[in-house]
Every structure is written in structure tokens, then in C-alpha cells.
């Protein structure tokens, strides 16, 4: 199987998303993810998920200007373009 870029779209559920992510790098693929909606709460499942992105190589960005301090802010041009350049989106 050849390497895939995987965008993952934490919309919902960040936690989830951040499990989702790490664990599809697994197969070797490349996968990004990008928070939106709201800033990611601040809670002990999060804070274990954010270790599993660490260990994975994932670093994470974010459209929510309030975590541009501590993410890469992408606009709303900027996120259509790595939509349309991965492979496959997930959006959780």
C-alpha cells in the first residue's frame, strides 16, 4: 500500500479526532489535523491525547483564532487548499 495523505477534521469531537489521527499512522500514512470550531478544552483525555499526537509526529493546526498562540492558524483559503491536496478527509 502506498502512502496516503489523511487530513483529519476535528469538528465535533477533538478527542476523538486526536485518537483517529494518531491511530492512522499506523499504516504509515501521512496525516494532518486541524482543530476547528472551538478551542480544545483543557481536559485530562485531551491532554493524553495530545502526547499520542507527540509520539506520532502530528502537529496539529487550527482555524479557531483564539489557539493561534499556540497552533498554526489556518484561513479559510489555506484550509480549502489542504482539503483538496489530501487524499482522503475525515471529519469527526
Do not use: C, W, Y
Request: glycine fraction near 6%; charged fraction near 25%.
Amino acid at each position: 500500500m502506498s502512502e496516503k495523505s489523511i487530513l483529519v477534521l476535528a469538528r465535533r469531537d477533538h478527542a476523538e479526532a486526536m485518537r483517529v489521527a494518531a491511530g492512522l499512522t499506523i499504516f504509515g500514512h501521512r496525516v494532518d489535523l486541524v482543530f476547528m470550531t472551538e478551542p480544545v478544552a483543557e481536559t485530562e483525555e485531551n491532554a493524553a491525547n495530545a502526547e499520542l499526537l507527540e509520539m506520532t509526529g502530528i502537529a496539529p493546526q487550527t482555524t479557531v483564532p483564539a489557539m493561534a498562540g499556540e497552533l498554526p492558524l489556518l484561513d479559510p483559503p489555506a484550509l480549502g487548499e489542504r482539503m483538496r491536496d489530501a487524499d482522503f478527509v475525515v471529519s469527526l
